[in-house]
């Protein structure tokens, strides 16, 4: 007879996949100081940080993403896009389409915000998890959802994770349709280990890590030990390839008037040095 007891099966269900409730009598640690380099000197970059620059979303992994470019002063507006086109077309026709629409959504918001004014830039994105069969995996919705994805993920082989950015800006003129768009799709094939057990996969279920994140696994966190192997952009699975982003970005400030705002601030920038 086995001496290995089996852990306690806990008094108390997990927490809602709907909400993860705080408790407030549990003292918030403080955040450790994070040493970050010099930010990057790239004229598109220069004038995002001194104007009005929107991520259309929640995500903090985003958000963090966003800063090691040195993009630190963004303002979170997430999009009302429900999020529920056909999943008819392909993958990446889905997860471009709705990015585009995450960013038309904020744009149409905030473009005449008269205490704010325009925003400079937004950037949108959104991400899925294809299986290796070719089914769009979002975020689970239940906990019974979250294991069977996981389990799908282990047992079929080679899943893909598609990330779509829009990044867009307002024109000065009244050129149709107002505004300048970019987009991009990356894709990165993700394999996870096929001998992870059941159990390690309802351990980490039980976590919630995976909870808010299309294909049930945030590869930055502990669910980074599902995975065996990756081809292709790690902060893609993340969820916002930035390498793609700022490319985006610099397109998108070329093609607008906004570039005559940016040399005109560099400009001013001479002066000031000279001075």
Known sequence: MSDIKKAPVPSEPPPSYEATPQNPASPTPP???????PPLDLPALTLLRRRRTILASASPRRKQLLATIGLTNIEIIPSSFEENLPKS???????????TEKALAVYKQEIDNESKGEPAMIIAADTIVVSNSGQILEKPRSEAQHIAMLKCLRDTGVHRVYTAVACMAPLESARDPGYAMETAVEETAVKFDSTVTDELLLAYVKTREGADKAG???????GGILVEK?????????????????????????KSEDGDILEHDLLGDEEEEEE
């Open 31 to 37: 955040k450790p100081s994070v040493l970050r380099p």
């Open 89 to 99: 077309a392909s993958p990446f026709e889905y997860v471009l389409a709705t990015a």
């Open 230 to 254: 990756i081809d292709g952009s790690f902060d893609n699975v993340v969820g916002l390839p930035i390498r793609v982003v700022l490319k985006l970005i610099e397109r998108v400030v070329e």
């Open 216 to 222: 049930g696994y945030g590869i930055q966190g502990t």
